[in-house]
């Protein structure tokens, strides 16, 4: 059973930065694309950056420019580097893995998820 914790959310004015950690364990071998997902409130859960085993990263529109995906491979941890933060930024953080499926990819495809880590921006 693959588990994924998060951390590193908080509280945050309108241009600031945090950085989110996945860390994964219980991994079962094979390739496997990592993301981080986002649902504000009352909204649906979207996805945010994905990072495949080759390194290939894909942004959603809304964070391009301003997040950062990235893993070390030797930790078993994925990081969300987050600058600029802006208050439509304001949601609960998962990370999650994804085993089969294309590339991005889609929400159907992440099969496990860790509990969410909550940011919010204030204006």
């Known amino acids: 059973q693959v588990q994924l914790q998060e951390s590193g959310g908080g509280s945050v004015q309108s241009g600031g930065s945090l950085r989110l950690s996945c860390v994964v364990s219980g991994y079962t071998g094979g390739s496997a694309c990592m993301g981080w997902l986002r649902q504000a409130p009352g909204g649906e859960r979207e996805g945010v950056a994905a990072i495949d085993s080759d390194g290939s990263t894909d942004y959603a529109d809304s964070v391009k420019g301003r997040f950062t995906i990235s893993q070390d491979n030797a930790k078993n941890t994925l990081y969300l580097q987050m600058n600029s933060l802006k208050p439509q930024d304001t949601g609960l953080y998962y990370c999650?893995?994804?085993?089969?499926?294309?590339?991005?990819?889609?929400?159907?495809?992440?099969?496990?998820w860790g509990q969410g880590t909550q940011v919010t921006v204030s204006s």
């Open positions: 999650a893995t994804a085993y089969s499926g294309g590339w991005p990819p889609q929400m159907v495809d992440w099969s496990y």
